[in-house]
């Protein structure tokens, strides 16, 4: 079983950028593919990024965020990041970090089994 812990949140003007940690307890934190959603007020929660497990070798992101938003991970660390630029207003929302002891799980967010509390980032205008 893993512990998530995300941190980075905040608030910054339009364009600014942010970086987002997600610590996870436990021993085999190569093993798991990480995840990042966003839910928005009155909004269901959306997929932003996904990394595979091991290297790291695989990453997908939700179209609105691509060429601004990069995910990566330290196993040494035993953390994942979500490093987001040039952001906008309609990139606030409660960020959450998932896992699952898998390989690869993409957008597939019903298959994460491990999440944390979500870290709030809100864009001004």
């Known amino acids: 079983q893993v512990q998530l812990v995300e941190s980075g949140g905040g608030l910054v003007q339009a364009g600014g950028s942010l970086r987002l940690s997600c610590a996870a307890s436990?021993?085999?934190?190569?093993?798991?593919?990480m995840g990042w959603f966003r839910q928005a007020p009155g909004k269901e929660r959306e997929f932003v990024a996904a990394?595979?497990?091991?290297?790291?070798?695989?990453?997908d992101y939700v179209d609105s965020v691509k060429g601004r938003f990069t995910i990566s991970r330290d196993n040494a660390k035993n953390t994942v990041y979500l490093q987001m630029n040039s952001l906008k207003p309609e990139d606030t929302a409660v960020y959450y970090c998932a896992a699952d002891q898998a390989y690869y799980r993409g957008t597939q967010e019903d298959k994460y089994n491990y999440w944390g509390q979500g870290t709030q980032v809100t864009v001004s205008s």
């Open positions: 436990g021993r085999t934190f190569s093993s798991y593919c």
């Open positions: 990394i595979s497990g091991n290297s790291g070798g695989m990453t």
